[in-house]
């Protein structure tokens, strides 16, 4: 079977607020690797967990699945889901799957941290 | 995929290597052409609908059946599962694809035989297709709200499977209601049968593995309003009413 064409590096950037930049491909393959950034970005009390897309280069509709399911798993922590970095061509799929119903999209890591904040 | 030469970043972001096997900017479904004595009902003018706006628990279900000895790869597979879909799914149920195939984008409609209406109405969006796998979303109205995906691998034998995915929610009450009475054992009916048809074809059998877990015990009671657009009972409204139409339109073709 494939590997994981995809890392996934956690940063504590402030009390209670994680952000996981991905960088490669987001599709089956990479379950593993976005549950144990997951895992770790949730390690020690975090309340909104943001997912870097800026260095994200190609996602299949299982990697959407995959967002789903992280979600569900945030959403029993009670824990936030946001997102920045996107292109166009990545919003436009958050859109149609409407995943933008429930994960919040920012354009900056800035803008993504102040909503983390108020979460 | 895997495998391209890397393409500097701003390319990327500009011309990402996934953007023509995705569906583009769709509204609401809009069906190209019905085939002579298809129902057209519950598809034309709805929303795609997500495990996220379902109302019941979120499954997810994954069928997989080995190919072994086929020698076909996991792309010769999804090809034929691609042009062939309607030829491997459940007798009584009609699957029917535009003439331009299951492109992203395209809308195929669903007309099914079940207690009560002849004519159970519904379909489906293709939201991604690519050389190894395609998915499709349901439209509002649907018995679930999600996706289902199919496609194809090597396992670490080198065999190649066949797998058939869903993410799913029952998309109203009354079908949540209905999932333990049949329509969990209705889904996996299809899938089975679709995947040893599909394994038949490759000069195969064998066994379909099963796998369901719920991702998600909860009920989205904000959601219980999805009951407006439940294809079942439009579908029953609709062969009720059939007597009223002109004869042409009622006569279903098999």
């Known amino acids: 079977m494939p590997q994981a064409q995809v890392t996934m590096d956690v940063r504590k950037v402030r009390d209670g607020v994680s952000v996981i930049d991905i960088k490669g491909e987001l599709t089956a393959f990479a379950e593993g690797v976005l549950m144990s950034a997951y895992d770790e970005a949730s390690d020690g009390g975090v309340r909104a967990i943001i997912l870097n897309f800026e260095g994200l280069e190609y996602m299949n509709s299982s990697g959407i699945g995959l967002l789903v399911t992280l979600l569900i798993r945030v959403n029993r922590e009670k824990q936030k889901l946001l997102t920045y970095g996107l292109s166009d061509h990545y919003r436009s799929i958050f859109q149609i799957t409407r995943l933008d119903d429930a994960i919040s999209i920012y354009d900056t890591e800035t803008e993504a941290l102040r909503a983390a904040n108020k979460a | ?254």
């Not at chain 2, 034309?44 to 019941?56: S, T, Y």
């Not at chain 2, 064998?206 to 909860?218: F, H």
């Open chain 2, 1 to 254: 995929m895997a495998g391209q030469p890397p393409q500097p970043k701003e390319n990327l972001q500009k011309n990402p290597r996934d953007a023509a096997y995705w569906a583009q900017g769709v509204k609401a479904l809009k069906i190209s052409e019905v085939p002579e004595g298809a129902v057209n009902l519950n598809v034309e003018g709805r929303r795609v609908v997500g495990p996220l706006q379902g109302f019941g628990r979120m499954w997810q279900k994954t069928y997989r059946i080995p190919l072994e000895g086929s020698g076909a790869t996991p792309a010769e597979v999804v090809k034929v599962w691609k042009e062939r879909f309607p030829e491997f799914w459940m007798p009584g149920n009609r699957f029917l694809a535009p003439k331009g195939g299951l492109a992203p984008g395209a809308v195929a409609l669903i007309n099914s035989d079940v207690p009560g209406s002849r004519w159970f109405s519904t379909g489906v969006m293709v939201l991604y297709s690519d050389e190894e796998s395609f998915t499709y979303m349901t439209p509002e109205g649907h018995p679930f709200s999600g996706w289902i995906t199919f496609s194809s691998y090597a396992d670490d034998e080198g065999t190649t499977v066949a797998q058939a995915q869903l993410i799913i929610r029952a998309n109203d009450p009354l079908y949540e209601l209905m999932m333990p009475v049949g329509l969990h054992r209705i889904e996996d009916r299809t899938w089975q049968h679709t995947l040893r048809s599909l394994a038949s074809y490759f000069g195969t059998g064998g066994k379909v593995e099963s796998r369901v877990t719920c991702l998600d015990p909860r009920r989205q009671w904000s959601q219980a309003g999805n009951i407006r657009y439940n294809a079942l009972i439009w579908s029953m409204i609709y062969a009720v009413l059939a007597p009223m139409r002109p004869r042409r339109e009622r006569k279903p073709t098999n």
